[in-house]
């Protein structure tokens, strides 16, 4: 089992005809993803590689029974793009795109919620892998393969850095997913634990936040109350001075909320591991994996 | 991006924000010739992101033309917390007969703009938000149905503001949700918000964050610019469109994505080491980009040892390591370079590497094995 | 049995300090309403004739236990106070203002909707009268008694005329609901139908519409498919040119839609009777319940 | 309130809606100076609310000053279908590629905005909508989501739009969804919306239906007028705040409530009858409105008979027996009045007219008895 994408996702890449658009989802169907349309406006008829490209989503849902989108428009077009396939009526919509305006964001993910009828991860995240069924993103799947470990980070490259000692160390992974550093996550860490929680495959949840917000705080507070699988956390930014933009838009430490120690304590305060490197993080999964076996 | 309070207060009066008549000044004479445009008494104000600015002399009240010039002479150039006075903001002096507190504010724990006011503005915030929380009236909004005048008089009756001006704080807050969402800010502060003997709402003070992601749609707030709040180095790397921050250690230090770099800055101060920069090549890096950036990484004279902390995923390992063998052959660097690639391309990028065979540049596998590399070469950090 | 107020409402009267919001929630109150608030922004703590006035909707609900509202402000702030009360979690708001903007109307309709947690009766209707139990609005309490026959209507003085016959003929009503003539009413003829089906004391239908959009023809379509009871119709309007505002601002004909022939088919087709006047509609009346008696 | 195509067009042109540049024009000197300022080939066309107006002549292209004077003298004062021709307006001809179609309404049906686009613009869209429906792309749009970018997208390709013109199709149609909203219209249509040979896209035409009860925010809409649409007793009824509609019959109807005047009307024709008017004295009606409406009715020199149907609810019988009984002692009607009084205050109503004793004035029980009764005192209507 996986969680979010498998052998059912049917995908459609918005911006396929771009140049990341087109190397990126050419990879995911070379990992085994069924790929079954692009969207570019005005570019319907023609393919990419085989893949058919159609005006808008409509068509790619109404012809190809795509149920996936993965959203590779540039940051002015991509908030656009998502409600597009909102509107469509897909169920899943994985936006990598970075730089996507606050309020584009909030508008989004606000027209998402009043409906109830998608998905949305990211923006600006690498997309999920579910290693041996489908990869949807950017994650290069080359350093995964299945296993009984969930991972859920709101940074790309942190999430491959980690996955990559847990995989030195001889473990898979059910599910990563990542959601995204911005400030209007479509998709939470709650959302996703829960999901690993009711995913049989997954035995360890790993979960890789960063300063700002309280997303890991609230997720402590959900894993306290919902979670019997063992949790082993990450916090990026224990370095970062305060009230310093540090990339990522969602990655601002302002006043004393949101910083790397308090989200660290918020999680400790509920008996999740909470490592200090990567490397300790895939420490603390043997650790704990050999006790669950 | 934040603005300084001039710059908000122009915002606001663009958009029917009542605000006090004044003028920028980067001259003592422009001030003065402000000053007597506006007419006396009038604020003169430092310009620099620093709470507290009055206090620390940044704020002074002239009656005449002397005492403008006198003030402006005072305020121009001084160092306030570390930040130099470049700018100055003459204002016409207001007559004060309350004090508020006004915001609209991203929250992002909600999802949802948050409008706040209080009645005891003028002071930190903060400060009353941790002893007297019941003295700030929250109000979370719905994006998709906007600010309603009866938030404006539930937030007013809530705070406890005079009866008599529940009307018009409620409308200067409609106003200022408007410029939250038609300028894209992230912040929108008021504080104080006053009232006038005559019973006039005034915002006396502005600050405003801007979303840098939204200049695209707003060409006239790209320009702002805060000139006492940049750095040279954070400068040359905006224009280079990379995400740069300034730190106060010695090593530098490349990753790409801001997850890793935080991690990475994490770990070089685990291994005892202290990073000069945060430096985020981002996504799908280019070679050029590579090299632009360790120029912008090496223009600071307390880089003692640079470490490239790479994990491919659209950046491709190749792609920097090109762009490292070009920045070499540019700059010729006199620092030691710590170099780990992982991940997409990594073998074809290790592979540049050994055949470019760069001086006094060193390849880890590991995370921690960089770090801890990179600490011993670097040294301990001047002071 | 009734539906929508009985002994349980609670109102709360936006606009209670007016001269129409003060005479109507009066004569409400006298009629057996339990009138427990009345809302005008700055007069807080003031009281008319013993019902204390508030601020805010909020106030009323916390301090009082309001869980029905009646809007008796001024177009211009009307859209505006139906939201505030929608926001302090009334479940029930009846809208008697007239000449409220469309926008305004689809506005308030919209969020309303979203939200899912009240109902809005009108505008610009003459509100609610249960007989015998509670009347909230202007529909003149003194014509009706408690009985059998359900009323629902987009017109205020028709729903009397109307009420006003039956009652002649002897028949009593379970509740007469006037659901508005504007463009956008909270709710429609479906919605009370639907409510005077399930509703015991209800035996039979009354249901008066008039020209302009198709909430007849919708209410025709539901009927056949789910009203087991006996239902009566009447349409204004026969005699009304086309193209040409009738009051109402729901009153227009514009093309071949919306006649009043094309109604009276609609329901007929259904099954439903259709009177051509006000009597006639009572005649029916007594006809279908001696039937069903 | 539907305005006219030049009272469109500038709306439009204030919202950036591409439109020809012209000038409205009372005079033909005003409309042969238009011309020249706009230089020629300009179109004359006159200003009324009737569809097909160019078939009937009231659509001339002038090419010279000569031929904009023949057809200003022309057209001018031109009766068309009932309408008589007051205003012109002159604007540059325009070169056409292709002519689409494009509207904005209020579906009340779906109780949100829905926008329609087709390629069969400049013909009866009722017509196409009857005979090739799927030749009409139809949108609803969520009013608290608004118009995005894709919708007008998704509507350019389903109504199968040149290629070339996709872009600015899907962005006129967010500008027509713009100005719908700021304007609070509750019909916005374009036809023809035409693609020039330039493959520019221009709307020719406007139509365009303002919401009367939104003119409080909008003073401006509400100062627009259309001349070839007055009818005197209209006039003077919608000064007095009345909602009147003048009918072809000869029996003056007042009533309160929308529907209770309709079937007031309904029921009169069914008794053999014909309305002189529709007139909605409103809820609440006061005394002054009841005389006033009497004024309005009796300025119809058709109306041989009045009926009165009153069932109050808001409206208190005994200030309409008032207000009856001030127009009697102002205007001394002629004809007779057959009033019924039911509801609010009915008894001390009629115990007011009872006592006022006003000459050939008739008191019904019921409706039905009323109608039969005015109709008998009316007698026939005159030609």
């Not at chain 1, 059912?8 to 050419?26: D, P, Y």
């Not at chain 1, 894993?223 to 990339?247: E, L, R």
């Not at chain 2, 954070?234 to 300034?246: C, D, H, I, S």
Request: with cysteine; hydrophobic share 45%.
């Amino acid at each position: 089992m996986s969680i979010l994408i498998d052998e059912n996702t049917r995908l459609v890449t918005a911006g396929i005809t771009g140049s990341e658009g087109t190397f990126h989802t050419l990879r995911n169907r070379d990992y085994g993803t069924k790929v079954v349309a692009g969207v570019t406006p005005g570019k319907g008829g023609q393919n990419v590689d085989g893949i058919p490209v159609f005006n808008t989503f409509e068509e790619s849902v109404t012809q190809q029974g795509a149920n996936t989108a993965m959203i590779f428009v540039p940051p002015p077009f991509a908030a656009d793009s998502i409600l597009e396939a909102e509107a469509a009526g897909i169920e899943l919509i994985i936006a990598i795109t970075e730089g996507i305006p606050a309020h584009d964001e909030l508008r989004a993910y606000s027209v998402i919620k009043k409906n109830g009828r998608s998905r949305l991860i990211g923006p600006n995240c690498p997309g999920i892998l579910s290693p041996g069924k489908a990869n949807v993103g950017i994650i290069p799947a080359q350093f995964f393969k299945p296993g009984n470990v969930g991972v859920v980070s709101r940074s790309g490259t942190l999430t491959y850095q980690i996955g990559n000692v847990l995989a030195q160390s001889g473990f898979g992974n059910s599910t990563i997913v990542g959601i995204g550093g911005d400030p209007v996550p479509g998709t939470d860490f709650v959302d996703v634990v829960a999901m690993f929680q009711d995913d049989p495959e997954t035995e360890l949840i790993v979960l890789s936040g960063e300063i700002g917000g309280d997303a890991e705080e609230k997720a402590a507070e959900y894993i306290a109350a919902h979670v019997t699988k063992p949790v082993v956390a990450y916090i990026a930014g224990f370095s970062a001075p305060p009230g310093k933009t540090m990339g990522h838009a969602g990655a601002i430490v302002s006043g004393s909320s949101g910083g790397a120690e308090a989200k660290a304590a918020a999680l400790e305060a509920k008996g999740v591991k909470v490592g200090k490197t990567p490397t300790e993080v895939a420490e603390l999964a043997i650790e704990l994996l050999g006790a669950a076996a | 991006m934040d603005l300084l309070e001039y710059q908000g207060k122009q915002l606001f009066a663009r958009h029917g924000v009542p605000v006090p008549s004044g003028k920028p000044a980067r001259t003592v004479e422009e001030a003065v010739a402000a000053a007597e445009e506006i007419g006396y008494p009038v604020a003169v104000k430092a310009q620099v992101q620093i709470g507290g600015r009055g206090k620390l002399g940044g704020i002074k009240i002239a009656t005449n033309a002397a005492e403008a010039r006198a003030h402006a002479e005072a305020i121009l150039g001084m160092d306030i917390r570390g930040l130099t006075v470049y700018e100055l903001w003459i204002e016409g002096a207001s007559d004060i007969a309350a004090e508020y507190y006004a915001s609209v504010v991203f929250d992002r724990s909600a999802k949802a703009p948050l409008v706040m006011l209080s009645t005891k503005g003028g002071m930190d915030i903060e400060a009353v938000a941790e002893e007297d929380p019941d003295a700030i009236a929250h109000l979370h909004v719905d994006p998709l149905v906007g600010f309603q005048d009866f938030h404006g008089r539930e937030l007013a009756f809530k705070a406890g503001v005079d009866a008599d001006v529940v009307r018009p704080i409620g409308a200067i807050l409609k106003q200022l949700y408007h410029v939250f969402v038609a300028e894209e800010a992230t912040l929108v502060e008021v504080n104080p918000l006053i009232i006038t003997p005559e019973r006039g709402v005034r915002a006396l003070d502005a600050k405003v964050t801007l979303d840098n992601n939204s200049f695209f749609r707003h060409k006239e707030n790209a320009e702002l610019r805060d000139l006492s709040a940049e750095d040279p180095q954070e400068r040359m790397a905006k224009e280079r469109g990379l995400t740069y921050v300034k730190l106060d250690g010695n090593i530098g230090i490349l990753g790409n994505g801001a997850g890793l770099v935080m991690s990475t800055l994490d770990v070089v101060k685990l291994a005892g080491g202290e990073a000069a920069n945060f430096l985020d090549a981002g996504g799908g890096s280019k070679a050029e980009a590579i090299t632009s950036a360790v120029e912008v990484i090496l223009a600071n004279p307390r880089v003692t040892a640079v470490l490239f902390n790479i994990f491919g995923g659209i950046t491709r390992c190749d792609e920097v390591a090109r762009g490292l063998i070009a920045a070499f052959a540019q700059i010729k660097p006199t620092v030691p370079f710590v170099v780990r690639l992982d991940g997409t391309n990594d073998v074809e990028g290790r592979k540049l590497l050994a055949e470019a065979d760069l001086p006094n540049v060193y390849t880890e596998a590991t995370m921690d094995g960089a770090a801890a590399k990179v600490v011993e070469l670097a040294g301990p950090a001047r002071a």
